[in-house]
């Protein structure tokens, strides 16, 4: 009887879906304790005039969208909390969606790969990418590892940080240019519009569920990975979209954590404690 | 040697002047009561003092030098701007992050740190409320975790930016006590921003008021008279005393009333 895993695309999925989870649930994990994933989503967008525009002067699509979205991640970084603003978010996300747009229309041979960058094609990943996911994960994850420390005392209590001697600009850049390159992992998987799902979703999910950073983050990696593999298994059965069962499995985990800790915190009321 | 120094200082806020040529001192070990409206400067004053802003004239000095960014030496607990974030991050781990959290690496504690942190949640009297989330906690008990966190790594000065927002008046007692009694007994210097006075009495040895750029400083009956609050404010002021509160009123209009509200 055969299986899934006698197809080798299935096996690449697999192996990426593995990689881009530990990532995604990691920096994830901070993305959503600062407050920031609208920054990330932002990021992901800003990455598809830079797949679109690659591919118009014969780059790889994935190093188009890694430069552009690191350049957009430092200057995310830079502006600090002049970023968190939601119309100036919106309105380069909705250029950059344009731009994008603008490079098909030049190159309409890349029009086919359009829906890829967009929604993201896990079924179409090569033994090579996957390596090549594999090594920069390695690197992102060693270099946040590197930045935990400061960055969370940042994200927790950045006045407190700053008089701790804590350099805010310098930690918030360097960690946005991580949230850039594991978006552009991300999007392999999901694609620029669906980066959400396996960013956020499971980190929100784990930032509920769990007391203390470590946990934390080890749940929102698993969760990430676990979501992953049911949604290619389930893809492999019914032959929807993968990152359409993504998106259901990162909203269902999310909503049922809200219900799990709402049920956990009326505990304490019971003894008396309001 | 002097807490706190300031020759002739002036701060800018956003371009706009908050203090012109302020001078004053504050002596080792004195707990005083940092007071001014809203956008009076409190906190400008507090940052200026951590060397996060430098004055645009003057000179400050903190515990004998200037002051630098990471001062080891000074305490701070930052005014509460928002919530805290919705984590089951606990008290203790709260603690850990600001004991450990400038150096760079994975987030684990050493030995030292763990001691460190457990000796500032004794001081405050909140090892039973370590283990809990930060996020569970009440707004008191909250107020003991952050003040520990000002506690690591033994301060001389404690610069607290309004610890008594949002408390009720028994947990603001409860607070202040709190903080007059470390401050005593490990010979700590104290300035406590207060947008009230009344809370603050039974411990402060003098208060520096600010308003209008300027500062005034001395014992609560000196600084809190009409003329002088009339000066700060740019106003007529009166200042009415009754049975142990003080009332400041511009035009029959109280200037201190937001915190009544919690009042029994």
């Not at chain 1, 990162?250 to 909503?255: C, I, M, N, V």
């Not at chain 2, 000074?74 to 805290?84: E, S, T």
Request: with cysteine.
């Amino acid at each position: 009887m055969s299986t899934m895993f006698d197809y080798e695309f299935m096996r690449n999925a697999f192996y990426a879906c593995t990689v881009v989870g530990i990532v995604a649930g990691a920096v994830g994990y901070f993305l959503v304790l600062r407050g920031q994933t609208f920054a990330g989503h932002a990021l992901s967008h800003v990455g598809f005039p830079g797949a679109t525009g690659a591919g118009l002067i014969g780059l790889s699509p994935f190093f188009g969208l890694t430069v552009f979205t690191v350049i957009a991640g430092i200057g995310i970084g830079l502006l600090g909390e002049r970023a968190h603003r939601d119309v100036a978010i919106g309105i380069v996300l909705t250029l950059s969606l344009g731009l994008g747009l603008l490079f098909l229309h030049f190159y309409t041979a890349f029009a086919s790969q359009a829906t890829n960058v967009l929604f993201g094609n896990v079924l179409g990943i090569s033994l090579r990418t996957v390596i090549v996911l594999a090594i920069l994960a390695v690197a992102i994850l060693v270099a946040l590892g590197l930045i935990a420390r400061p960055l969370l005392f940042a994200s927790l209590q950045p006045e407190l940080a700053e008089a701790r001697g804590v350099p805010l600009n310098l930690v918030s850049t360097l960690f946005m240019v991580l949230v850039a390159f594991a978006t552009s992992e991300a999007v392999q998987i999901v694609g620029v519009l669906l980066v959400f799902a396996l960013m956020v979703a499971p980190a929100a999910t784990a930032l509920r569920l769990t007391q203390g950073v470590l946990a934390g983050i080890t749940v929102s990696m698993v969760l990430a990975v676990t979501i992953a593999w049911i949604s290619l298994s389930l893809a492999y059965q019914t032959d929807w979209p993968t990152s359409f069962w993504i998106t259901a499995l990162g909203t269902s985990a999310y909503l049922v954590s809200g219900i799990v800790q709402r049920s956990m915190a009326r505990r304490p009321v019971a003894d008396g404690r309001t | 040697m002097n807490a706190i120094e300031f020759a002739k200082v002036t701060l800018t806020y956003g371009g706009r002047r908050v203090l012109s040529d302020v001078s004053f001192s504050i002596p080792q070990g004195a707990f005083v009561g940092l007071l001014g409206a809203n956008g009076a400067g409190k906190t400008t004053m507090l940052r200026a003092i951590l060397g996060l802003i430098k004055p645009a004239g003057g000179a400050i000095s903190v515990l004998g030098k200037p002051p630098t960014r990471g001062n080891a030496d000074i305490g701070y607990m930052p005014q509460a701007r928002r919530a805290p974030t919705q984590t089951g991050i606990s008290g203790l781990d709260f603690v850990l992050i600001a004991a450990g959290g400038h150096r760079w690496g994975w987030p684990v504690a050493s030995a030292i740190e763990k001691e460190a942190a457990w000796k500032a949640l004794e001081a405050v009297g909140a090892s039973d409320l370590a283990r809990r989330p930060l996020a569970e906690l009440s707004g008191g008990e909250r107020q003991r975790i952050l003040i520990a966190q000002a506690l690591i790594g033994d301060p001389k000065l404690l610069l607290l930016d309004e610890p008594l927002i949002s408390l009720d008046a028994a947990h603001q007692r409860t607070i202040i006590d709190l903080v007059h009694e470390i401050g005593e007994r490990l010979g700590i210097s104290v300035l406590f921003c207060s947008h009230e006075i009344n809370p603050l009495l039974r411990a402060v040895d003098r208060v520096l008021y600010l308003g209008n750029g300027k500062a005034a400083i001395g014992s609560v009956d000196e600084v809190i008279s009409g003329p002088v609050l009339s000066e700060l404010y740019g106003t007529s002021i009166n200042v009415v005393r009754v049975a142990g509160r003080i009332f400041v009123m511009a035009d029959d209009v109280e200037l201190e009333g937001e915190a009544h509200v919690h009042d029994v």
